[in-house]
């Protein structure tokens, strides 16, 4: 079975109707790719590439406001969910990480099902999703995920699982001697629900070898979402930039994920997020400035015409940034989250014990609507925001 899109406003009718910003107008680049969009065409990743060094980011960041007001009008979505991180302990070594560790490290740590519940309880009737990944443990097989989702299925009915990048899958296929449609199959009967999409770093070879070496292959991502898909499990798609690629890789890595959308249309939310500066991992990095976040967070929109949701990722690119891309064609931001590792390893600072009510006046202060939806985008609830007098917006990169 396929999943059926999201239902979706005729985004393309509502986005010929708008007013267009001066900064569009007048700028030819700009202008003819809306008049592309109305049309029902496709931007190119030549146009992406010509978008991306060339734009005035005012006029960018306009016309990716206006697509995503043209889908989601003023609503910017959140949901109420916990990262759990199951494990530390990680065969591989990519350059970029600073989670992963040797198994016998001083801070290695492995969850039991049991602990893994343990980290829930806390946020019982609060959260509807786990959202819940980790490094690729050399003695775990598909018996030690099934436990921990039939597990917390059976304390937790609610919540929605969504676990496992790309890689886990595979590695959990090969330790379990499984093909990885039989190991997503047998996941989804433990509980599994959707995937986070992490993983994907950029979808070009030639750069996975030299940041991550060992992954999978670009072609690889591709299949196991696609086979995500087949058995209906959602799944999101992620890119890591600001490390060694080029702004044509970046294209490449948009137009791959588009590619297998039009064909599996599982894909619910597209999330682009930087990597952190650090000076011992991969100091070769070229890294992203604040307007490049908000330049790729753009982009995104203008080029992912079938992808409906994009994420600003707060966790990774801190609060102030996420209020601007929530005004730059993000329309979803994540999470209250209540715990995370991998982002805070590589050196976020971004606060991650937030409530509907924080999430809420991020939104509002920023002039858009909170609404609360659930973890596969299927139930939505607007959310009235109260100011809050002792909450200031908390940290960018770095500080
Ligand atoms: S990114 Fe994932 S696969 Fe790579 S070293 Fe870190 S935990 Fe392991």
């Not at 065969?91 to 016998?104: D, V, Y």
């Not at 097989?141 to 990048?165: A, G, H, V």
């Not at 948009?254 to 997020?273: H, I, T």
Request: proline share 5%; charged share 25%; glycine share 6%.
């Amino acid at each position: 079975m396929t999943i059926q899109p999201l239902p979706e406003n005729n985004w393309r009718i509502e986005l010929s109707k708008m007013t267009i910003p001066i900064s569009v107008r007048n700028d030819p680049l700009l202008s003819d790719t809306l008049g592309t969009l109305i049309e029902g065409g496709r931007i190119s990743m030549k146009i992406g590439a010509d978008l991306h060094r060339n734009a005035k980011l005012p006029g960018l960041t306009a016309l990716a406001r206006m697509i995503k007001q043209s889908r989601f009008g003023n609503s910017v979505f959140f949901n109420e969910n916990l990262h759990v991180n199951t494990t530390n302990v990680c065969t591989l070594a990519c350059r970029f990480c600073a989670f992963r560790k040797g198994s016998r490290h001083s801070e290695a740590y492995s969850l039991s099902a049991e602990d893994f519940i343990t980290r829930i309880e806390p946020y019982r009737g609060v959260i509807d999703e786990v959202h819940a990944v980790g490094g690729l443990h050399p003695d775990w097989t598909i018996d030690n995920y099934s436990e921990m989702y039939e597990l917390t299925k059976r304390n937790f009915p609610n919540i929605s699982i969504k676990s496992l990048t790309a890689v886990e899958v595979k590695h959990i296929a090969s330790r379990s001697g499984l093909s990885i449609r039989e190991t997503l199959q047998i996941l989804k009967e433990s509980g599994l629900d959707s995937l986070p999409g992490g993983g994907a770093e950029i979808l070009v070879d030639s750069i996975r070898d030299r940041i991550c070496m060992g992954k999978e292959k670009s072609s690889e991502y591709l299949e196991i979402h696609e086979i995500a898909h087949e058995l209906g499990i959602p799944t999101n798609c992620t890119m890591l930039f600001g490390t060694i690629e080029s702004i044509e890789d970046r294209m490449t890595h948009l137009d791959k994920l588009r590619s297998q959308q039009d064909s599996s249309m599982g894909f619910q939310c597209f999330v682009p997020y930087p990597f952190l500066e650090d000076n011992t991992r991969l100091p070769e990095a070229s890294l992203a400035s604040g307007e490049e976040v908000i330049r790729v967070i753009a982009l995104s929109r203008i080029m992912l015409d079938n992808i409906p949701h994009i994420k600003a990722y707060r966790m990774n690119i801190g609060d102030h940034l996420a209020s601007i891309a929530i005004n730059s064609g993000a329309d979803d931001i994540d999470g209250t989250v209540g715990h995370e590792e991998i982002m805070h390893d590589a050196g976020s600072t971004a606060s991650v014990d937030y409530d509907s009510t924080k999430l809420a006046f991020l939104i509002d202060s920023a002039g858009q609507e909170p609404v609360k939806r659930d973890s596969t985008y299927a139930k939505f609830e607007p959310i009235d925001s109260e100011p809050i007098s002792d909450w200031q917006i908390l940290p960018i990169i770095g500080q």
